[in-house]
């Protein structure tokens, strides 16, 4: 199966500031590249997708970037606000895989 | 609301235990995927079902067994409960099962074993 590998761990970023988490995945003929944010005692919920044939992908502030020949992807946050501290997970699977890998989570904590 | 449902919230049991989480997808959704969550863990991939049969694997003991029933719900029973077993439950569900498509999670089992 695939490995998702996720950077950093805990992040802390000043309000209006940008915030990025990174993934690296191991199998290269991974194409579909989803991020879940989970808030304190909730639900993981989607909150941006890439496949493999896009290089970029926005959403107002949240931004995904996927580099097929690194094989990393990375989560793109700006200008953060409070509502955005929360646990991010990236994942990726394998085009004839039927189960996503997701990284091990990354804490964001926004400062007002 | 994701419109998946979760039963029971909580759980607290003892060692050597036997339990059962049951899980209802959103409306029209046919497949279910069971996961777990533990402070170190992450999110770890236990079994994935489509319309009542077994679709994948993941890392699921084989103390834990799962089913999805004609009505599309789903139950995941945990056996011989350890220490370790204690953690946040959750079940998703999307409509055709493929992973390229959103799933939407419950709001999830914690359960403790004492």
């Known amino acids: 199966g695939e490995n998702v590998e996720q950077h950093p761990s805990t992040l802390s970023v000043q309000e209006g500031d940008s915030a990025v988490i990174k993934c690296t995945y191991s199998?290269?003929?991974?194409?579909?590249f989803p991020w879940y944010k989970q808030e304190l005692g909730k639900r993981p919920q989607l909150i941006i997708d890439i496949r493999s044939n896009v290089g970029e992908k926005k959403d107002q502030r949240i931004a995904v970037t996927l580099n097929k020949t690194a094989k990393h992807f990375s989560l793109h946050i700006t200008e953060t606000q409070p509502e955005d501290s929360a646990v991010y997970f990236c994942a990726a699977t394998l085009a004839n895989d039927y189960k996503l890998s997701f990284g091990a989570g990354t804490t964001v904590t926004v400062r007002a | 609301d994701s419109g998946v449902t979760q039963t029971p919230k909580h759980l607290i049991t003892a060692t050597g235990q036997r339990v059962t989480l049951r899980c209802s997808p959103r409306s029209g959704d046919l497949s279910v995927y069971w996961y777990q969550q533990s402070l170190d863990q992450g999110l770890q991939f236990l079994i994935q079902?489509?319309?009542?049969?077994?679709?994948a694997k993941g890392n699921i003991l084989e103390r834990f067994s799962a089913q999805q029933f004609p009505d599309l719900h789903s139950e995941l029973n945990l056996s011989s409960l350890e220490l370790g077993d204690s953690a946040l439950y959750f079940c998703?569900?999307?409509?055709?099962?493929?992973?390229?498509?959103?799933?939407?999670f419950g709001p999830g089992t914690r359960l403790l074993v004492l």
């Open positions: 998703a569900s999307s409509v055709t099962g493929n992973p390229q498509e959103t799933q939407y």
């Open positions: 199998d290269s003929a991974s194409n579909y």
């Open positions: 079902y489509y319309n009542g049969e077994e679709r």
